[in-house]
């Protein structure tokens, strides 16, 4: 009976208990100089940032690449524990985004500083990454140090201790 409260007790306060909203809510339109990249078949995916367009399967980890839409409910659900995993790291596991399906690229810059993202966000504006994510948002890829995907994601993250525990499971302290 002690081991059952105690592990009731654990998953409430792993899931209740998430820090929802942001720490800072000002966002910035950031360069994709700090995504290392080796090679990639995949269409280029412009930086909204600015610097070289890259392939979304050349991408190095140990990476998160979060698929998400400005349109879409969960992802805007999502954001707020993306935040607090982007200000709460050392910077060990980067955080990519790619846009899909946007009307255009001012509209994603907007919601960028809007909602407080402060990573680099790929824009693709011809939905070719379709080929390797699938069609549904959101979807984050957990990215080896190899660039092998050893993880996938379909939804979105409920907390971010959800997050800080995948990462630990599939990346390891990275």
Known sequence: MKRFLLISTTLILLTACSVTEPISTKGEVVDCSSISVQGGTSEKLECLGGGSSIAPDGIKGPALINVWGTWCTQCRKELPHLIHFQQKSDGTVKLIGIAVEEKNQESVREHIVKK??????LYDKNDSTRAIFGMGVPVTWFIDQDGKAVYKKYGPFKSLE????????YLGDA
């Open 116 to 121: 407080g993202i402060t990573w680099p966000i």
């Open 162 to 169: 959800e997050i800080q525990l995948l990462v630990k499971k």
